[in-house]
């Protein structure tokens, strides 16, 4: 923890929280008042903040990875109150020091795990005969084929649920699919279809909050998507491998960092143009998408964590990092992987982004569906007139037509985080926003403006 960081700046800190519901709780947190045992030693930031619970929650952060520990229960990482230890120390207010018992015990812990960790992929890697090798591939192999085994059966038996629906007609049974589906996802976890138990979990989420024909259509393209699926997933042998893999990643077959890594990379300076925060029971993921100032390529940053860990991206909306980014197999896929180090972020500015029009933005989707057809979201940034369809919705239009704004969903199924009618608020000041978001299948999910050269998280 020897070394140091510039301190950020107010906007680099609201970029590092996971919504805007965090900042602002966080900003009413950023008083001395009560914090007690604050520090900063090198890259290592801690304090206790005074809360409902008889103990004070203790903070430490590692300001360089960026890395949060905070022992208060949130489900949302990281916390208002490491947010508004970042807000003290953006401003000056926390001292340098030797640093609590408390920080000081987990930047060590921090430190073991890393120093185990490379020592044991050094061990690996130079201590196996070529006789080890050749048995750890042989096992490999078996696994692999066991594992193929279990997904066939496991979606072939979706198959025959998905004709069984057909058959009996989409509108009977409404009330029960939303369950059944529920069902089916823990039937594709023990089949090792991981994606595809995912995608399950959120269609009986979407279909149970609809009603009607809306619903019925919802279902109708949902079930077609995944008849799809399973149709690639049985003919795997005879598709370019570009879409072979597009399907393995859908079903949620990982590839090794390691091998992605090892493949050649993009160097650029890349924009950080949005993040959103995704949480399904135990399992929160974190989506941050970046733009290559040169290369004008889109990229998608996602991390995970599970249990009461909170999935963090080392990149923040609003910043610009240089890094060469590598990305994973697949047709149409956006997602890449970074070589180990930390990211030195920089605020962004005089960044011309890729806008687009309303009819241009719908063909970016319609392409975007062409190379990925089970694609749920991609990157767009659009400029139009901001006005409201109904009592609920709200649309970006101009000249060339109108695309709707959906609600991004909030942490645990909660309200959104973001919808059309804040969005109207934030922008009060421009006729036409420019706004940067995922493009999905029920229109633009505003996550950014963009404003002066730069981004302001929603």
């Given amino acids: 923890m020897s070394a140091t960081v510039e301190r950020w700046s107010e906007d680099h800190v609201v970029s590092a929280a996971p919504d805007a519901q965090v900042v602002r709780a966080a ?34 952060i590692d300001v360089a990875a960026p890395a949060y ?81 279990l997904m066939s059966e496991g979606l072939e038996e979706l198959d ?64 077609g998507g995944l008849h799809l699926l399973v149709r690639a997933w049985q003919r795997r042998d005879s598709l370019p491998e570009d879409l072979a893999a597009t399907v393995r990643s859908h079903l949620g077959l990982t590839v090794r960092a390691d091998d992605v890594l090892a493949t050649p990379g993009v160097a650029d300076t890349w924009a950080v143009v949005a993040s959103r925060v995704v949480v399904e029971g135990r399992l929160t993921s974190q989506r941050t998408w970046l733009h290559g100032r040169s290369s004008g390529r889109w990229a998608l940053l996602l991390a995970f964590a599970t249990g009461s860990a909170r999935a963090s991206s080392p990149a923040h909306p609003g910043t610009e990092v240089e890094a060469t980014v590598h990305f994973y197999p697949g047709r149409g896929q956006l997602r890449v992987a970074l070589p180990d180090g930390d990211l030195r972020a920089a605020p962004l500015t005089d960044w011309d982004p890729p806008v687009l029009t309303a009819r241009r933005a719908r063909e970016a989707w319609r392409d975007a569906v062409a190379r990925d057809p089970w694609i749920e979201a991609f990157p767009a940034v659009v400029r139009g007139r901001l006005s409201r369809t109904d009592a609920r919705g709200c649309a970006l239009a101009d000249e060339t037509g109108m695309i709707p704004l959906a609600d991004a969903p909030g942490p645990d199924d909660g309200p959104p985080d973001i919808d059309g009618g804040d969005l109207l608020m934030m922008s009060a000041d421009t006729d036409e926003p420019t706004v940067a978001g995922e493009m999905t299948a029920r229109g633009l999910v505003p996550l950014g403006l963009v404003e002066a050269g730069g981004v302001r998280r929603l």
């Fill in 27 to 60: 900003r009413k947190l950023a008083d001395p008042r009560p914090w007690s045992d604050t520090g900063t030693a090198g890259t290592l930031l801690w304090g206790s903040c005074t809360g409902s619970g008889k103990n004070p929650y203790r903070v430490s």
């Fill in 69 to 149: 520990k905070c022992t208060c229960p949130s489900r949302k990482f990281p916390c208002k109150h490491s947010v508004a230890l970042l807000f003290l120390w953006s401003r000056g207010d926390v001292a340098e020091g030797t640093p609590a018992d408390f920080a000081a015990e987990w930047a060590a812990a921090r430190a073991g795990r890393a120093r185990r960790a490379a020592a044991k992929a050094t061990t690996a890697a130079h201590s196996r005969t070529p006789e080890q090798k050749a048995r750890t591939a042989a096992g490999a192999a078996a696994r692999a084929k066991r594992r193929d085994k």
């Fill in 160 to 223: 025959l649920w998905l004709a069984d629906q057909l058959r009996q007609g989409l509108a009977n049974g409404v009330d029960r699919r939303p369950r059944q589906l529920t069902d089916l996802a823990g039937r594709m976890v023990d089949a090792q279809v991981p994606g595809v138990a995912g995608r399950l979990r959120r269609i009986a989420g979407e279909i149970g909050s609809l009603s009607g024909a809306e619903s019925i259509e919802r279902t109708v393209e949902e079930f």
